[in-house]
């Protein structure tokens, strides 16, 4: 309990001393089976680190497929190249 006490402490000296602004509000999400209370962050770390990151999945799908389209570009150039002949 000090730790929490030293940051609002803190946070009060930043917020009203220093700025004459109220302390903000954190939005908390409480979670009743685990008993502890989550920050709603933007960037939040992962519950499970198992779980995939679904930006690199996404990312590399549309990866694969830019490489398939070039690769069938390339192969049809190949063979107008052919027909020409």
Partial sequence: ?????????????????????EVPNWRYIKD???????????LRPLDNANDPVWSVIISLVILLAGVMWYI??????A???????
């Fill in 1 to 21: 309990m000090e730790i929490a006490q030293i940051i609002d402490d803190a946070l009060y000296q930043y917020y009203v001393v220093k700025q004459g602004k």
């Fill in 32 to 42: 009743s089976d685990l008993k502890i209370c989550k920050m709603n962050l933007l």
């Fill in 72 to 77: 069938v570009y390339i192969m049809r150039m």
């Fill in 79 to 85: 063979f107008d190249e052919l027909e020409d002949e």
